[in-house]
């Protein structure tokens, strides 16, 4: 039994030039959603299958990967895909955010910062930033290209009416390069100031949608919010109960049915390595 | 009230016309209207009042003729050769329109108060406290307890909606507003409390209005003057009194004598 040979990291190069080509508009474009024929891909929808694609559009034989899944390099999604890029393209890949060349994330940016030379895949289900009030695809385009964004302060205001603060802790809207309002994947809003002026390439792919879209390095991201109800990063009140880090994104860790609880990183690796460094020294 | 007849009118028809393949909509229909004026358009079903509203409003696009309106830097354009975003910038703060079905005009989905700060939203204001202190004010103009703001207009009654409707269009200060069949759909009392709502608004703000309507008691009680459809073409116009009173068109003086004495 052989197993089944695949073109270079799965697509075939048609495909992925067409990839390619929605990304260079995209990147050309900071914020735009650019259309491009996405592919069925040997996984399900909602699994990734957008930034599988980009990746593996953009992956090269040197390239060194790193899929994260809410931060965590262990995780079904994050373990899956990176065997698929393992089998099909025979990369190597890491867990190290420091080694990788290509980081694939679903909902997260790690907590070690970006390099220039690195590049970081979105997975991304949803986006339409403006669909939450206006359902009509043919309007949102229009609304885009005329930046008719009143709207997403609409969404923002009822939040303030509601819970009396900007209540969104995910998807928190932004808008790129002062002119296009992008939705940044569902990243907790902890991570959204990281994306303005990263050194690194930010690509979004969202598969079952058939949109690509990109933040440029060094290209300002600004996330909404009113004069008197600025935006906020959000985070537990908490240290890591394994590292004990204090400025790092937490995950809730229900341990028992009597409310037992702790708190962890959701970056495994920065988790990892804080512990390391800490036994060494 | 009288026009200012020195004044450049606000909006001019010209001409318009409007074909649906081979049905008419409306044809060869001109005014003008100056500022402060309210026009009432009556007719029956199908006479093609709705269709020349949104003729005028630049929501469909005329077969023939020109809508002119005069901006409020004084420039009186041509509303076919605006960009989009122009268009849009007008329709939502120099315009209002108001649906006869609230829900067409309304996000029901949000509260009472974003809907009527949305237009304020959509021009730049980003001040939360001064957004909610303009939705509070207009939501007390039209007679909406400001306790009610932050439900969502779902669970309005339909004199609420379209009060409430009626405030979002007017949050922005608007000189000119479209109204179809603003008191539709419901009951006599809450017709006759919106009309005197409609009726104070209009005076207190100079307001300029075209309004479609098919009850003559609405026209008189809100207009100056009348423009008669049927079958898609003006019959008469006039001054609201002079044509109600004294009909000259038969088909008008059906339509007079149509109303039921009260």
Redesign the interface.
């Known amino acids: 039994m052989s197993a089944p040979i695949y073109n270079f990291a799965y697509l075939d190069e048609q495909t992925k030039r067409m990839i390619r080509r929605a990304i260079l508009k995209a990147v050309a474009i900071p914020g735009y959603q650019v259309p491009f024929a996405s592919r069925e891909m040997p996984m399900p929808y909602g699994w990734g299958t957008g930034g599988v694609q980009v990746t593996a559009a953009i992956l090269g034989p040197d390239d060194v990967l790193k899929v994260i899944d809410q931060g965590a390099d262990d995780t079904t999604n994050a373990v899956s895909i990176r065997k698929f890029f393992v089998k099909t393209a025979g990369v190597r890949t890491t867990t190290r955010t420091r080694d990788a060349t290509v980081i694939q994330t679903r909902h997260r940016i790690p907590e070690t910062a970006l390099a220039a030379h690195q590049i970081i895949v979105f997975q991304v289900p949803i986006p339409e930033p403006l669909r939450f009030?206006e359902p009509r695809d043919t309007e949102t385009r229009?609304m885009h290209a005329?930046a008719?964004y009143?709207?997403m302060?609409?969404?923002l205001?009822?939040d303030?009416?509601?819970h009396g603060h900007i209540a969104t802790s995910y998807a928190y809207p932004v808008k790129v390069d002062g002119r296009y309002v992008m939705d940044p994947s569902p990243t907790p809003k902890f991570d959204n100031p990281k994306m303005s002026d990263c050194p690194a390439l930010q690509l979004f792919g969202a598969g079952r949608e058939k949109r690509i879209y990109a933040i440029p390095p060094w290209t300002r991201v600004v996330s909404l919010?009113?004069?008197?109800?600025p935006f906020e990063r959000y985070r537990f009140d908490a240290t890591c109960a394994l590292c004990g880090a204090t400025d790092s994104f937490l995950d809730e860790v229900v341990t028992d049915d009597r409310g037992g609880r702790m708190f962890v990183c959701s970056d495994t690796d920065y988790c990892e390595r804080r512990r390391a460094d800490g036994e060494a020294a | 009230m009288s026009t200012r007849h020195d004044e450049e009118p606000l909006l001019i028809a010209d001409g318009l016309t409007k074909w649906y393949g081979r049905n008419l909509g409306c044809r060869d229909v001109s005014f003008a209207l100056y500022e402060g004026e309210v026009m009432a358009v009556v007719g029956e079903s199908g006479s093609g009042k709705s269709t020349l509203l949104q003729l005028l409003a630049m929501q469909i696009e005329a077969t023939a003729g020109r809508v002119h309106y005069r901006m409020r830097d004084g420039a009186t354009r041509d509303l076919a050769l605006l960009g989009e975003a122009e268009r849009r910038f007008l329709a939502r703060t120099d315009w209002g329109y108001v649906h006869q079905d609230p829900t067409l005009g309304l996000r029901m989905t949000v509260s009472g108060g974003a809907n009527v700060g949305e237009r304020l939203m959509a021009v730049g204001w980003r001040h939360y406290g001064r957004i909610r202190a303009a939705a509070t004010d207009w939501l007390d103009r039209v007679e909406i307890d400001p306790s009610r703001m932050d439900e969502a207009p779902l669970v309005y009654s339909g004199g609420m909606r379209q009060r409430l409707q009626i405030a979002r269009n007017l949050v922005s200060a608007p000189r000119l507003v479209f109204m179809d069949e603003p008191t539709g759909g419901l009951d006599v009392s809450v017709q006759a409390r919106l009309l005197d709502l409609l009726r104070g608004l209009v005076a207190d703000l100079r307001l300029s209005a075209v309004v479609v309507t098919h009850d003559l008691a609405v026209a008189r009680l809100l207009s100056h003057r009348i423009m008669v459809m049927r079958g898609g073409e003006v019959i008469e116009t006039g001054l609201t009194d002079q044509v109600l009173d004294d009909p000259r068109e038969a088909y008008t003086q059906l339509l007079v004598a149509s109303i039921l004495p009260p």
């Open positions: 009030l229009r005329l008719d009143g709207i302060h609409v969404k205001y009822e303030i009416a509601r919010d009113f004069e008197d109800h």
